[in-house]
């Protein structure tokens, strides 16, 4: 069945320091790809998409990229801080379709002052 | 603009017991979908409505399972008889169009001993 990857499930760095989180997708006819961001005790949020007729996209300090050869994506934060702890998810879906999301099993992301 | 709401925010059980979880969605939002979360894997999906039509009800685990949204406004997940496996946060999310981003409620977490 459909299923996405994440890695790594926690990753630790220094406030500063840019994080990077990949997934890898099975089904090829996904064309929508969100991450969601938790925050302890809070629900999750959008906080970036891209859709498959792009190969990056960039918000100020975060940026996603896809590569659909591969299958996979990733989420890349710069200059950490604190408050960017917080839980990971991300997903694949296809527009067009029911737009079920697919999730992966998230990335537990600590920043340190 | 008022978010999606979930009641109750927790719910302790027994096994065997019935558990009923509601949802309000967005308002003027007629794409409304279940999630859940077991043990710090991934987000599963459950089901999505719209309206008061069930689209896509192929993440449902069992018959033990009974999502309604009677009048297309809020719905409501119920769980009869519950088995410790069912144990989770279970979200909702909705939106506008089927190809718009999904709002995420806050979560019920169950826990069934």
């Known amino acids: 069945g459909e299923n996405v990857e994440q890695h790594p499930s926690t990753l630790s760095v220094q406030e500063g320091d840019s994080a990077v989180i990949k997934c890898t997708y099975s089904?090829?006819?996904?064309?929508?790809f969100p991450w969601y961001k938790q925050e302890l005790g809070k629900r999750p949020q959008l906080i970036i998409d891209?859709?498959?007729?792009?190969g990056e996209k960039k918000d100020q300090r975060i940026a996603v990229t896809l590569n659909k050869t591969a299958k996979h994506f990733s989420l890349h934060i710069t200059e950490t801080q604190p408050e960017d702890s917080a839980v990971y998810f991300c997903?694949?879906?296809?527009?067009?379709?029911?737009?079920?999301?697919?999730f992966g099993a998230g990335t537990r992301l600590a920043v340190h002052p | 603009e008022a978010g999606v709401t979930q009641f109750p925010s927790h719910s302790v059980i027994e096994k065997g017991q019935t558990v009923t979880l509601r949802c309000d969605p967005i308002?003027?939002?007629?794409?409304l979908y279940w999630y859940r979360r077991v043990m710090g894997k991934e987000i599963k999906f459950l089901l999505h409505?719209?309206?008061?039509?069930?689209?896509?009800e192929s993440g449902m685990p069992n018959n033990r399972f009974l999502a309604e949204r009677t009048g297309g406004t809020y719905s409501t997940l119920k769980v009869q008889p519950a088995e410790l496996e069912d144990s989770g946060v279970y979200f909702c999310?909705?939106?506008?169009?089927?190809?718009?981003?999904?709002?995420f409620g806050p979560g019920t977490r169950l826990t069934v001993l």
């Open positions: 999310a909705s939106s506008h169009e089927v190809d718009r981003e999904q709002f």
């Open positions: 997903a694949a879906s296809i527009m067009g379709g029911y737009n079920k999301l697919i």
């Open positions: 308002s003027g939002h007629d794409n």
């Open positions: 409505f719209v309206k008061e039509s069930k689209q896509d």
């Open positions: 089904d090829s006819a996904s064309n929508y």
């Open positions: 891209i859709r498959s007729n792009v």
